[in-house]
């Protein structure tokens, strides 16, 4: 399965997926790993396994959807099928939704729909709750808002900061990531009115 990851910053789920496919656990293919942010650690991860990797500072356009096309355009021309965010702080538009209608995936740090957005661990330490974890879900035209596919629960401790709950939801995230994708290349992956099917193995 050929595939796109979009990060913007330590690129660890990047690394998880390079790790997965190293070890024959994952039958992908990583076409292009591309950033919004030029100095993103995730570049250094994929150049130092010989990976092709674009940057797209976001700065350089006035308009969202003129961003997305760039990334399209990279995309198309790399002839990636599933659309992989992992650490990918962007919001994306129609353009990059409208190229790849249900082959987009995202990874959050909470168990969505609790706790959307921007420093979700945070809310979890903040709320009070005594279970977290992560999501792997399709992207759609929400906020972290997309059909779930995958889902892991970690304990949150008394004594959790946004720090420490952190690390313990990534160790997760490095595991259902690589499992996700798995699904999409033997291809497990149906959706039923909204709802992800994953249909059994061969
Ligand atoms: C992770 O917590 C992920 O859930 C969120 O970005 C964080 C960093 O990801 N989307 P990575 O280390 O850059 O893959």
């Given at each position: 399965l050929p595939i796109g990851?979009?990060?913007?910053?330590?690129g660890s789920n990047l690394q998880a997926i390079i790790d997965s496919i190293d070890r024959g656990r994952l039958n992908a293919d990583i076409k292009a790993v591309i950033s919004n942010v030029?100095?993103?650690?995730?570049?250094?991860?994929?150049r130092n396994h010989s990976l092709p990797t674009f940057?797209?500072?976001?700065?350089?356009?006035?308009?969202?959807?003129?961003?997305?096309?760039?990334?399209?355009?990279?995309?198309?021309?790399?002839?990636?099928?599933?659309?992989?965010?992992?650490?990918?702080?962007?919001?994306i538009t129609a353009v990059l939704l409208d190229a790849y209608p249900g082959r987009i995936v995202n990874i959050h740090p909470?168990?969505?729909?609790?706790?959307?957005g921007m420093h979700a661990q945070r809310q979890a330490v903040d709320y009070g709750v005594k279970f977290s974890g992560c999501t792997v879900h399709i992207v759609d035209s929400g906020v972290d808002s997309g059909p779930i596919i995958i889902q892991a629960v970690v304990?949150?401790?008394?004594?959790?900061?946004?720090?420490t709950l952190s690390a313990r939801i990534l160790q997760e995230e490095h595991r259902i990531y690589p499992q996700a994708i798995q699904f999409f290349a033997s291809e497990r992956i149906h959706l039923k009115n909204r709802k992800v099917i994953i249909s059994e193995g061969l």
């Open positions: 990851v979009l990060v913007s910053g330590s030029p100095d993103a650690y995730a570049l250094t991860r994929a940057v797209i500072p976001h700065e350089k356009f006035q308009k969202r959807e003129a961003f997305d096309e760039e990334v399209v355009h990279i995309l198309n021309e790399s002839g990636v099928e599933l659309v992989v965010m992992a650490g990918f702080m962007r919001i909470a168990l969505l729909p609790s706790f959307r304990p949150v401790l008394e004594s959790d900061t946004e720090e």
